[in-house]
């Protein structure tokens, strides 16, 4: 493979963008080398402006589901276009926006549509802390709730690949007030509520945790924090950016049954386009701005072009067993990679859940803590990010992201990746 043009646009790049780039893992930081500069993107690949094409297991990070360049959100944004870009006045997309996630969403009575998933966190708890009139929150080591000042305490995703969980610039005295918990750890969750839950306004959680790799709910832990929260008035935030319509149609809160005060979303709902929304109970949610005093806000919010994206790609997924293939392609995927491993002799296991999934460098027969995601190999993964690479796989450049199926994968893209790990093992054993 070659990479002059995409060279030429990082050399080029750098001089102007902090990093060469718009957002931090983009810059390959973590796994070394440089990255690809995209021109296109069609069902499962990705393709370079070099020429070469990859089989994409990012999604955008998350957004492309139903695969890239879908041609029913295609077709949406282009009659959305043809009335205008955006109207600064109510439009009758965000209504059914807003009935579309209240339907799919049953714990969400209410919705308000933001920018991204970063807009909706901090809203949330924005919103928790006016209705509690409470200032501290909870939030677990290595979730990542986008770059919002009070998330930057204990953050996974960039934060943790670029080795800065804690960023300079987040004033200690909001800081002192994000508490954080090891994630999965009942005891300590109960021993921080007894000892503050009355102070605590809003416990926000990555129902499964997508941003130090990919660790999945023990049995049991997401209702223990429900009644927790619900003992000590505390607003539960799930934060389904990354889980919301994926690990099911409902979400995580409908995969393990457990209802949430408030969710975020982001991602999948603007199918691409720069959307987020945050919703929840109707008591919580009259209490924002002009029906109640908390202030929020957002010139572009509810965009026409962005709800059709988002409509149409909400469309696609409601189609029956659309999950359900999504699931038994990520197994099989899992499944493969795992026995590639074993026949090549490197350590490796995989955690997954609907069309997410978790690669692990590790002796562990399973990972579902952050303490045992980052004693990880994070060495072997960068050199099975980069053989894979090389073979035309694109995986999240990060051994702390969790990767993506969608539905344009199909079975000759699964074996081609199988084929791609085969070799890639081989190189990683061969160190
Ligand atoms: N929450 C979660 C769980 C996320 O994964 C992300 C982004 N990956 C965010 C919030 C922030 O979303 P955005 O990047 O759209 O601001």
């Excluded at 500069?37 to 990859?54: C, K, Q």
């Excluded at 026949?343 to 002796?363: E, H, K, N, Q, Y």
Aim: proline fraction near 5%; charged fraction near 15%.
């Amino acid at each position: 493979m070659q990479h002059a043009r995409s060279q030429e646009l990082f050399q080029r790049a750098r001089q102007l963008l902090p990093g060469g780039v718009n957002s931090p893992v983009r810059a390959f930081g973590s796994v070394g080398g440089e990255p690809f500069f995209v021109e296109r993107a069609d069902g499962a690949f990705l393709y370079d402006v070099d020429g070469n094409r990859y089989i994409d297991y990012v999604g955008s990070w998350g957004p492309m589901i139903a695969g890239h360049n879908h041609p029913a959100v295609r077709q949406a944004v282009k009659q959305a276009l043809g009335n205008g870009l955006s109207f600064g006045a109510p439009c009758a997309a965000e209504v059914t926006m807003a009935e579309t996630l209240t339907r799919l969403v049953p714990s969400c009575e209410m919705v308000r549509m933001v920018n991204s998933g970063t807009e909706a966190t901090l809203s949330a708890i924005r919103l928790a802390r006016g209705a509690t009139g409470r200032s501290r929150i909870v939030k677990f080591e290595g979730n990542y709730h986008g770059h919002g000042d009070s998330f930057l305490v204990k953050a996974g995703s960039g934060a943790l690949t670029f080795g800065v969980p804690n960023s300079p610039g987040v004033p200690k005295a909001l800081a002192d007030l994000t508490l954080t918990l090891p994630y999965n750890d009942f005891d300590a969750a109960t021993a921080l509520f007894d000892e503050a839950g009355d102070d605590i306004a809003a416990l926000i959680i990555e129902p499964v945790a997508g941003n130090a790799n990919c660790l999945l709910p023990r049995d049991g832990f997401l209702q223990h924090l429900r009644e927790l929260c619900t003992r000590h008035g505390t607003v539960l935030i799930f934060d389904e950016v990354m889980t919301g319509f994926r690990v099911a149609l409902g979400g995580a809160q409908a995969r393990y049954g457990v209802t949430p005060d408030l969710s975020t979303f982001g991602k999948i709902i603007g199918a691409g386009m720069p959307v987020g929304a945050y919703g929840g109970r109707r008591d919580l949610m009259s209490q924002i701005s002009p029906a109640g005093p908390v202030y929020q806000a957002g010139t572009l919010s509810g965009n026409p072009v962005a709800m059709a994206a988002g409509l149409a790609l909400l469309d696609v997924i409601q189609e029956p067993g659309f999950h359900d293939r999504l699931e038994a392609h990520g197994n099989a995927l899992c499944d493969g990679l795992e026995a590639a491993a074993r026949d090549a002799g490197v350590p490796f296991t995989t955690s997954r859940v609907g069309a997410m999934f978790g690669l692990f460098f590790t002796d562990a027969p399973k990972v579902d803590t952050y303490a045992q995601a980052v004693a990880c190999d994070t060495a072997a993964f960068a050199r099975f990010f980069h053989a894979m690479l090389d073979r035309g796989v694109f995986l999240a450049p990060s051994a702390f992201e969790a990767g993506f199926v969608s539905a344009a994968h199909d079975q000759q893209t699964l074996e081609a990746t199988l084929v791609a790990a085969r070799e890639a093992f081989a190189l990683v054993r061969a160190g």
